[in-house]
């Protein structure tokens, strides 16, 4: 299962072989306590993890189909 069926199935309800996991989902508390227990200072999170790939997208916010003649009132 790759990150973009992963999503699109959280988002549908359905079965997932894990949950998504984003880089920047990671609380800086969270990494703060795994230093504490023992997760190195310039340890990359990517080698303990494998992130799913984030792709941001502007959404397209005008009206489909686009009207002929906005109407005056």
Partial sequence: MNG??????ILNLKAVDRPPLFEDGVREEVIRKWR???LGKKEKLDSKFIFDQRIEIEPN????PAPSRWPMS
């Fill in 36 to 38: 504490s227990e023992g």
């Fill in 4 to 9: 973009k069926t992963r999503f699109t199935s």
């Fill in 61 to 64: 916010l005008e009206p489909i």
